[in-house]
């Protein structure tokens, strides 16, 4: 029995300026390779500036003709991000698309970014935090959406209130949930703020599922020095087609919640639909429990502003 196809049609996007951040491989690339093919204008900012032109090229042979450029950026480094966001800001055009996707997983040891933030939560959660923050004129002016890239691991353990940094004992695992359910909070509360002040911003969320990808490979910034147990696992099953997905169904839920219609006022969620939303097409769902606070999103909404040193509120 042939296995069915598993994808997603984008609307024309012609005319719209996008951001994918984590572009330079994995699910990224699918999804600025799939934003470009659409029409789209898309800014690819890259920490390896040498992988950044690499997936540049890649998506122009896929794309002939695509509107791609490249820009340097760390999201663990708030000196970086800051450089990217006024250099957008000078350039005064609007934004239509940010999509917060990179990240890094599990570091066998605690390590900091540049500001001293453990690496899951400096990169995964503050870098997007302040890019946000510096570009929220430009999404106000394009009248954008933002889409917050979580994981399934923000399903279980919880946020690390008492020791956000995890100064005192990390946990990789643990300190990696974390991070994705403040990713999550934090969209939501970007959601309400913009319904609420009339910022017109539209803040989705969605989750891969699990797919292949680099995230538990070996990595120079995680200290990684050999793919593990799981990435092997994970791939052998995804050659299979079994329960997990492909980097390219695993952008498709990305691709949703930047495509699909909605309105500020909607908390929309999106994810694989197959058994355990590791695989499967891409759906709308139902909030997680741990993404369901309006006390604790609050909660990281104020911290993470702190802690990234932006302010949202003013823009």
Request: charged residues 20%; without cysteine.
């Amino acid at each position: 029995m042939p296995r069915r196809t598993i994808d997603l049609a984008l609307p024309d996007l012609s005319g719209r300026r996008a951001l994918v951040t984590g572009a330079s491989d994995g699910i990224g690339l699918v999804i600025a390779r799939r934003l470009a093919a659409a029409g789209a204008e898309v800014v690819l900012p890259a920490r390896n500036l040498q992988k950044g032109e690499a997936a540049l090229q890649s998506i122009r042979r896929a794309v002939p003709g695509a509107d791609l450029s490249l820009r340097e950026l760390d999201l663990a480094s708030l000196e970086s991000v800051g450089r990217l966001g006024r250099a957008l800001q000078e350039e005064g055009r609007p934004l239509h698309l940010l999509v917060n996707n990179a990240g890094v997983m599990t570091p066998p040891e605690r390590r900091v970014t540049a500001d001293g933030f453990e690496l899951q939560l400096g990169t995964n959660h503050l870098g997007h935090v302040a890019l946000v923050g510096h570009l929220l004129p430009l999404l106000r002016e394009g009248r954008g959406r933002v889409v917050s890239q979580t994981s399934v691991a923000a399903n279980r353990n919880a946020v690390h209130w008492t020791d956000p940094n995890w100064d005192e004992s990390y946990h990789a695992m643990r300190a990696y949930s974390s991070s994705k359910i403040m990713v999550g909070l934090f969209a939501l509360e970007l959601n309400r703020r913009s319904e609420a002040g009339g910022w017109g911003i539209t803040s989705t969320l969605s989750h891969p599922g699990v797919a292949p990808t680099s995230l538990l490979a070996a990595r120079t910034e995680t200290g990684r020095v050999q793919d593990g147990t799981e990435i092997r696992l994970i791939r052998a099953l995804s050659r299979r087609r079994i329960l997990v997905g492909t980097p390219e169904t695993a952008s498709l839920p990305a691709l949703l919640a930047a495509t699909a219609e909605g309105s500020p006022g909607d908390p929309r969620f999106y994810g694989p639909s197959g058994p355990g939303r590791l695989g499967g097409p891409p759906a709308e769902q139902p909030l997680w429990s741990r993404l369901r606070s309006t006390d604790d999103a609050r909660r990281v909404w104020e911290l993470s502003q702190q802690m990234a040193s932006v302010s949202l509120s003013a823009a």
